[in-house]
């Protein structure tokens, strides 16, 4: 254990306590948040919001992107651009963060889980297909599950800490099942499965730019998607369903205030600008971790899934014997090097204890084993 801690004192050069993850300010992000407050645009309109926009789709080749207040109000809007509805159920990931299992909450849907993949931590494509043939069946092009007889009407697998899933067999199997797929790339920001961008596979897609993730903005989020249509529906739905006026405030149903400020939108396009330097770090750091945790006995460095390529947002290793697991985060954490498991079972929750499942032998077994190294961008 000794050792480990070691390890990661010498890489990133420092006795002192090491965090899962710090954002790096090291661009234009004075700057422009100077040039945004002289502006006066600090809020929900500004040309940081328009230029954040353009970069962005421009980024991960989507024809559109709608920025949001956060990663969660962004899967909230995209679910009901998939026209989910409060009747309906949406398959995910057991593994994941609460955002993914909240939004589908918030319109009052039920999520169903379903096994994620062992090398990629996401949804498996087999798992779902399983799952449908099992308990659905396709009614006038819609997936009615047999036992609820509520229609499937989206699919959210997520790219665990920016490990692309297998996603081109599952928007397959969702075209198949008449299911939309919709993208949860919160972690997964310069994350490819055979070089095409993740969160552009399926009819929306819904990244975060949390505090803790690979670019920042405090808080903050976006859409994707490739369909004008929904591009201007998702304007419309997170700017409180305003329909444009000189000076009435006329609004045509109930939208939400899901704006993200020009402020943070003037501090992401700053992050933006630094993304490859980001990438490029962490994927240096993935290596050291990789060479050394091959000379380590019980623990696996996890590596990028094939036909992918990974932002290694946050890079984790799998404790192969589950005694071990809690020693490793106990010395760890006591001797100043930050570490953490990974999240709890959605379907183990309390709200979500009475939903359907597959069989979850895989999400089991990463549940029990896998814990998140420190992953902070190195100057
Ligand atoms: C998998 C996943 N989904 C959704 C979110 C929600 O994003 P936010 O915190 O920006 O609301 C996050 C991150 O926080 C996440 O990791």
Same mark, same amino acid.
């Given at each position: 254990?000794?050792?480990? *801690? ?22 234009? !992000? ?11 645009? @600090? ?7 328009? $230029? ?15 920025? $949001? *207040? ?6 909230? %809007? ?5 026209? &989910? $509805?409060?009747?309906?159920? &949406? =398959? ?19 999520? %169903?889980?379903?096994? #994620? ?12 297909? +399983? ?36 996603? !081109?067999? =599952? ?42 993730? =690979?670019? $920042? ?35 045509? +149903? ?54 992918? @390529? ?6 984790? #290793?799998? *404790? ?27 379907? +183990? ?21 896998? #814990?998140?190294?420190?992953?902070? &961008?190195?100057?």
């Amino acid at each position: 254990m000794q050792k480990i *801690v070691d390890f990661i004192q010498d890489t990133f050069k420092t006795k002192e306590f090491i965090p899962l993850h710090e954002p790096r300010f090291i661009g234009n !992000e004075k700057k422009y948040l100077n040039d945004c407050i002289d502006s006066t645009f @600090v809020s929900s309109v500004g040309k940081y919001v328009d $230029t954040f926009e353009a970069e962005f789709a421009k980024r991960v080749s989507a024809k559109y992107a709608v920025a $949001t *207040v956060n990663g969660t109000a962004a899967l909230h %809007i995209s679910l009901l651009l998939a026209d &989910v $509805t409060k009747d309906d159920e &949406v =398959i995910t990931q057991p593994l994941t963060f609460i955002a993914t299992c909240n939004a589908i909450s918030y319109i009052g849907a039920k999520p %169903i889980f379903v096994d #994620v993949d062992l090398d990629t931590m996401g949804l498996s494509p087999k798992s779902l297909e +399983e799952f449908l043939k099992d308990n659905c069946e396709i009614i006038g092009n819609r997936c009615i599950n047999k036992t609820t007889k509520k229609t499937i009407k989206a699919c959210v697998p997520m790219h665990t800490f920016g490990h692309a899933c297998k996603i !081109e067999d =599952i928007k397959d199997i969702c075209n198949e099942w008449h299911i939309a797929l919709v993208e949860d790339a919160a972690e997964s920001l310069g994350s490819y499965y055979n070089e095409k961008h993740t969160g552009t596979f399926g009819k929306v897609g819904a990244f975060s730019f949390n505090g803790n993730k =690979i670019i $920042t903005s405090g808080g903050g989020g976006v859409i994707v998607t490739d369909d004008e249509t929904l591009a201007k529906r998702a304007k419309h739905l997170t700017t409180t369903a305003k329909i444009p006026h000189k000076w009435e405030y006329v609004h045509d +149903e109930i939208g939400y205030n899901y704006r993200m400020p020009n402020l943070n939108a003037a501090l992401l396009v700053a992050q933006l600008e630094k993304l490859d330097d980001f990438i490029d770090s962490k994927r240096n750091l993935a290596l050291k971790y990789e060479e050394f945790f091959s000379s380590i006995d019980d623990i696996d460095f996890i590596k990028e899934p094939e036909n992918s @390529v990974s932002n290694y947002w946050l890079q984790a #290793v799998i *404790v192969k014997d589950v005694k071990n697991r809690d020693d490793f985060l106990d010395f760890t954490n006591k001797n100043g090097v930050m570490t953490r498991p990974i999240w709890k079972l959605m379907n +183990e929750l309390d709200m979500f204890k009475d939903c359907q499942c597959s069989n979850l032998e895989n999400s089991k077994y990463l549940e029990q084993r896998v #814990v998140n190294i420190p992953s902070s &961008v190195r100057l």
